[in-house]
């Protein structure tokens, strides 16, 4: 036994060390991805339920380090983001979507949304930043959607809650939209939401009732789901649903009146140009 107890806190320390290893190893790899134009981004739309018609484009932030196998972005934003590049990270990703997002806009008149980090957020020159971009890419502010998290919104103390608030109605007077993400996850209080400048907010796949084909949906499972379009609507905020899977999912959510949803039912985020052969195409539903 008294062997075994020195082993684990070998196996301990070992682990700490190749963690250490790996979080200097990534923070390297996102540096070299900076400079190298290592990073893509892929769109994955968002569908209209009413007509079937991609009403908006999410950029998601893709990473392959040479050689190497793709790291999803759940594995290294979080590194990125206590390394301190997510500032870099997130210009980059920033410029990117709103370069390539602009004939798209011009075109068929759809709009990108763009993930926001915590650190963005809480970064006061934040504002001059989205509005530099839109100026030098020429997408018109109503053309863009910024996606932040209940959760980057309450970690933080109630001043800097306050700044960051303060920041988002600045921009969203000049006409850029603001979604909440992945809602329902958080801990933000209702009362706090009405008081949240936002336009949309973007249901959590964790809310979207698992489709039991012909068992149906479980009605204990709709409660949720129906409870947070209702919300949205009396809000009279726009709601998405993430991760609808199923022809059953869509239909169930079509009728709990959700106005847009996005999933691997619909379509798999894809690089740019696939996106354009989807935009110019028929519609999917
Ligand atoms: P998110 O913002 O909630 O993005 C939606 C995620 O759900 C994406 O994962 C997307 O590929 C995935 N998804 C879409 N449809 C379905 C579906 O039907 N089923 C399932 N199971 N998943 C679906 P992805 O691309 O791996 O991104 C994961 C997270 O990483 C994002 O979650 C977001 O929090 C973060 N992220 C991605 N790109 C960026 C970025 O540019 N900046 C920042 N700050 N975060 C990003
Ligand atoms: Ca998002
Ligand atoms: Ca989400
Ligand atoms: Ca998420």
Request: glycine content about 8%; proline content about 7%.
């Amino acid at each position: 036994a008294k062997g075994a107890g020195k082993n684990q806190v070998t196996v301990y320390t070992d682990r700490l060390r190749s963690e250490r290893q790996d979080y200097a190893q990534t923070v390297a790899g996102l540096r070299r991805a900076l400079k190298d134009d290592g990073f893509v981004l892929h769109y994955q739309p968002l569908v209209e339920l009413a007509t079937g018609a991609v009403r908006g484009v999410e950029a998601l932030l893709r990473w392959t380090p040479p050689g190497q196998r793709p790291v999803p972005p759940d594995a290294f934003i979080p590194i990125a983001e206590q390394s301190g590049l997510i500032g870099a990270i997130g210009d980059w990703v920033l410029r990117r979507a709103c370069t390539e997002a602009r004939p798209w806009y011009e075109q068929h008149g759809t709009t990108v949304s763009v993930n926001v980090a915590g650190p963005q957020l809480r970064d006061p020159g934040f504002p001059d930043t989205v509005l530099q971009v839109l100026h030098d890419t020429g997408l018109p502010p109503r053309a863009l959607t910024l996606e932040i998290t209940e959760t980057d919104l309450v970690a933080t103390t109630m001043a800097e809650a306050d700044e960051v608030v303060a920041r988002l109605v600045k921009i969203r007077e000049w006409g850029v939209r603001v979604a909440i993400d992945d809602f329902g996850t958080g801990y933000s209080s209702l009362s706090y939401l009405r008081q949240l400048p936002v336009d949309i907010l973007k249901i959590d796949r964790a809310f979207i009732p698992p489709d039991r084909g012909d068992a149906g949906f479980r009605p204990d499972d709709l409660t949720l789901t129906r409870a947070i379009v209702d919300l949205g609507a009396s809000l009279r905020l726009t709601t998405v649903a993430e991760g609808v899977e199923t022809a059953g999912q869509a239909e169930l959510l079509r009728r709990l009146n959700c106005s847009l949803v996005q999933g691997y039912h619909f379509y798999r985020p894809m690089p740019a140009l696939e996106l354009a052969a989807v935009l110019t195409g028929p519609v999917a539903v």
